[in-house]
C-alpha cells in the first residue's frame, strides 16, 4: 500500500505531509500487518502440538497410530497423498503408494501410479494382483473393489478396512 501510494500516486511521505495522508496510509497497513499477526498467533494456538497441526492438515494421525497398535501394516492400500506421511510416523509399514511412487516403473514397464488410478477407477483385476489386506483412505472414499472389506475403524479423518 505505502508502495501505491508513494511511487504510483505521488504521495510524498515526509514529515512535512499532511497527517490525513500518513493516516490513511499507516492504517491500512497496521490493519493488514495485524491480521497477518492474529492469523499466526490463532495457528499457534490451535497446533500447539505437532499431532494437533498434522490433525489440522488433515492426516491420519489417530488412524495410523491404530494400524501400528493393531498390526495392521500387511498388504497396506493407502491414499497417495499420506504415503510420505504414513513412511515417516510408521516406517515398518509398507505403503502401496506414495509422492515418490510417481516416476517409478515396475519391471515390465507399467508404474504404481497407473495401477494406482485404475484402482481408484475400479479396475478389480489390478486391485486383487496386490493382495491388499488392509485399505487407509479418506473418510468419503469410495471404490467397488473394497466391497467385500470389513470396516474397522473410522474417525473425522480417515478409515481403515481389512479383509474379512
Known amino acids: 500500500f505505502i508502495f501505491l501510494?508513494?511511487?504510483h500516486f505521488k504521495?510524498?511521505?515526509?514529515l512535512k505531509?499532511?497527517?490525513?495522508?500518513?493516516?490513511?496510509?499507516?492504517?491500512?497497513?497496521t490493519a493488514v500487518i495485524l491480521a497477518f499477526f492474529l492469523v499466526f498467533i490463532v495457528n499457534f494456538?490451535?497446533?500447539?502440538?505437532?499431532?494437533?497441526?498434522?490433525?489440522?492438515?488433515?492426516?491420519?494421525?489417530?488412524?495410523?497410530?491404530?494400524?501400528?497398535?493393531?498390526?495392521?501394516g500387511k498388504n497396506l492400500f493407502n491414499e497417495y497423498a499420506w504415503g510420505g506421511y504414513?513412511?515417516?510416523?510408521?516406517?515398518?509399514?509398507?505403503?502401496?503408494?506414495?509422492?515418490?511412487f510417481a516416476g517409478w516403473r515396475k519391471s515390465d514397464g507399467s508404474s504404481f501410479l497407473a495401477d494406482y488410478l485404475a484402482i481408484?477407477?475400479?479396475?478389480?483385476?489390478?486391485?486383487e494382483k496386490y493382495e491388499i489386506k488392509t485399505v487407509l483412505v479418506k473418510k468419503d472414499f469410495n471404490v467397488s473393489c473394497f466391497g467385500d472389506f470389513k470396516k474397522i475403524y473410522e474417525d473425522s479423518?480417515?478409515?481403515i478396512f481389512t479383509t474379512p
Open 11 to 14: 504521495i510524498n511521505l515526509d
Open 120 to 127: 481408484l477407477q475400479g479396475q478389480c483385476a489390478v486391485f
Open 17 to 29: 505531509s499532511d497527517a490525513l495522508t500518513k493516516i490513511s496510509l499507516l492504517f491500512p497497513l
Open 5 to 7: 501510494g508513494t511511487r
Open 86 to 100: 504414513i513412511d515417516w510416523q510408521a516406517p515398518q509399514i509398507k505403503v502401496f503408494i506414495d509422492g515418490r
Open 157 to 159: 479423518v480417515a478409515k
Open 45 to 72: 494456538l490451535e497446533s500447539w502440538t505437532l499431532d494437533e497441526r498434522l490433525k489440522r492438515d488433515h492426516y491420519p494421525v489417530d488412524a495410523v497410530k491404530f494400524l501400528t497398535t493393531n498390526n495392521l
